[in-house]
């Protein structure tokens, strides 16, 4: 499967997309519009091997909601993930078997390599 799991109010994604030039065999789900489902964040969690990978520690909420001071949990993360969208770290890149996190130099670079292949 070829995804891109992305905001399309957040400038960062944006950038991102266009930079890739992505191409059609990939789908895109706006988070915001189309909230994640447990089997896609699983799916997620099989390829990356980790909630917290994938959890946004820059997100608002996480700043308000004071969860830098709590101890969470793999199964935090997820329900953390699943509740809100905007503890999901963006964009998440699906290529068939690979995943890419983020919006890193590393991750981006990592992922148009990826779609070369």
Request: hydrophobic share 35%; charged share 30%.
């Given at each position: ?32 519009q ?22 946004s520690?820059?997100?608002?909420l ?7 001071s ?31 996190i983020?919006?890193s ?9 990826s779609?070369?292949?």
């Amino acid at each position: 499967m070829k995804k891109v799991y992305y905001l399309s109010t957040c400038d960062t994604c944006k950038k991102i997309l266009k930079e890739l030039q992505l191409p059609s065999a990939y789908i895109l789900q706006d988070i915001k519009q189309e909230a994640i489902t447990e089997p896609q964040l699983q799916e997620m969690y099989n390829l990356s091997g980790s909630y917290e990978a994938l959890f946004s520690k820059r997100a608002r909420l996480y700043k308000e909601r004071d969860l830098k001071s709590q101890s969470l949990l793999e199964e935090d993360y997820k329900n953390l993930i699943l509740e809100h969208y905007t503890f999901l770290k963006r964009p998440v890149i699906i290529n068939n078997d690979k995943i890419f996190i983020g919006n890193s130099k590393k991750s981006v670079e990592a992922a148009k390599a990826s779609m070369n292949e």
